[in-house]
């Protein structure tokens, strides 16, 4: 008998879930598993903030694909176009030729990316917060502002490098706008010259909420305690403009900011719309609750999808309600999507997915947040030990557990680490620099590679 072969297009939290399960419960010889991710790793996005803020380390919120999946095969490349029709799969490897995988049954989790609108300047001038490179980059950026407001006499450089744009009132823009600005003030104990009330920080949100999966008086005892840090709070506002870091609002006021943060939502990932899967009218693979892939009524066979990318019926819901995208549902889904996999492949029926929320966790900066879990409402330290614990559970593997409360632990007996390391964003400059016939030509004859004058 030969083993069927399952391809998982995408590493984030169904993916590597998924894959690990399947590993696991399925023998070598009923199925072997491809993992196809163009990145090594599968971040663990929740711990995004922490790692900007340098709660954590960045290299313990990501989780190394060919550590955790051993029993996988991990191919490093992008998944260019799926004919389930062939049910074969085009792989693009990180150097060479593209390659054709031929499978039986195949995940598509590819996730999601920043869903952007045409507002003019953004490409040139946003940041999202979706991956650790940028995560890394803004708080590398963040303390290089802050060096650059500490070196000028100019009080126009200075009010731009200090005001700080986040664009989007959900999870993701609430717990980075209150990390990074938790993090900046430790970092000015170290600049004589900068006061807090120098920095301007700012949230855009087109809506009348932020947190919009909690109550409205979560809601607002959150943007209540980000007044309280001074904090200058855009509802029912949106960014028409950044055009050479000149921002302009809906609400008709302008100003300069050398940072703009986006993270006003996602969108199924494009890679989508080079497969024939069906999708809806937002881009999402159409699933019955059981994750397998529907087209009208015809279930297409071998294929699965759950996540971002995904349109899940949530069975607790309402008549027409889809599960949301957040790794509550997405880890949860990949248990029971392999579970399926493997019921199939063993001649049994698939079982629908039903998981009723149980509510969300927020972090507001170190010792403060917001949580909502099972109708119990927490603020401030609770709800902030609650946000830790519940995703300390979550993430993958025991090394990673380990690594992140030993970062934890360190950070209540050291401080905290704000020194910028922009280099590491453009690590060749300094030697491309120091290469040109021009910077060769202007070092003092004396002076040799080695820095040491010939003449001592």
Not at 128 to 139: D, M, N, Q, V, Y
Request: with cysteine; proline share 7%.
């Amino acid at each position: 008998m030969n083993p069927q072969r399952i391809l998982v297009v995408g590493a984030g939290h169904v993916g590597l879930y998924a894959a690990l399960r399947l590993s696991k419960k399925l023998r070598s010889w009923e199925a072997e598993v491809i993992v196809v991710d163009p990145q090594p790793h599968m971040t663990y996005q929740p711990f995004l903030p922490e790692a900007a803020a340098g709660n954590i380390s960045p290299r313990h919120s990501v989780v190394p694909l060919r550590r955790e999946l051993r029993r996988c095969t991990i191919v490093s490349g992008t998944v260019t176009r799926v004919e389930h029709d062939r049910k074969t799969a085009t792989v693009q490897p990180i150097i060479g030729p593209a390659r054709e995988i031929q499978y039986d049954h195949i995940v598509v989790a590819p996730g999601s990316v920043s869903r952007t609108l045409p507002i003019p300047g953004l490409a040139e001038q946003g940041i999202g917060f979706k991956t650790i490179g940028e995560a890394i980059f803004l708080r590398n950026h963040v303390l290089d502002r802050l060096d650059v407001a500490a070196a000028t006499t100019d009080p126009d450089v200075r009010r731009c490098a200090l005001t700080f744009v986040f664009v989007g009132g959900g999870y993701a823009g609430i717990e980075a706008l209150a990390e990074m600005e938790d993090m900046a003030r430790d970092a000015l104990k170290y600049y004589p010259e900068l006061k807090p009330d120098d920095m301007r920080w700012v949230l855009v949100e087109a809506t009348l909420r932020v947190l919009p999966e909690v109550d409205r008086d979560m809601g607002a005892y959150t943007v209540a305690q980000l007044l309280k840090r001074k904090m200058d709070i855009r509802l029912e506002t949106r960014l028409e403009s950044c055009v050479d870091g000149l921002v302009r609002l809906s609400d008709g006021d302008s100003f300069r900011a050398d940072t703009i943060v986006w993270t006003a939502g996602v969108k199924p990932s494009p890679m989508l719309a080079q497969t024939d899967l069906p999708r809806d009218e937002r881009g999402r693979v159409t699933c019955l609750p059981t994750l397998q892939v529907v087209d009208g009524d015809r279930v297409v066979d071998g294929a699965w999808s759950a996540g971002d990318c995904a349109a899940v019926p949530d069975l607790t819901g309402p008549p027409g309600a889809y599960c949301s995208p957040s790794a509550q549902h997405a880890v949860r889904q990949a248990a029971r999507m392999a579970d399926n996999i493997r019921a199939v492949i063993r001649g049994r029926q698939p079982v629908e997915y039903k998981h009723k929320h149980a509510g969300s966790v927020a972090s507001l900066g170190l010792h403060k947040g917001v949580a909502q879990v099972y109708g119990i409402k927490l603020k401030g330290l609770p709800a902030w030990f609650m946000h830790r614990t519940y995703h300390m559970s979550r993430i993958p593997s025991l090394n990673r557990k380990v690594r992140v409360i030993v970062d934890w632990t360190l950070a209540f007996v050291l401080r905290r680490e704000v020194v910028a390391l922009g280099q590491l964003h453009d690590p060749r400059e300094e030697f491309v620099e120091a290469s040109t016939p021009v910077a060769r030509d202007a070092r003092p004859r004396n002076e040799n590679l080695t820095g040491v004058d010939p003449r001592v």
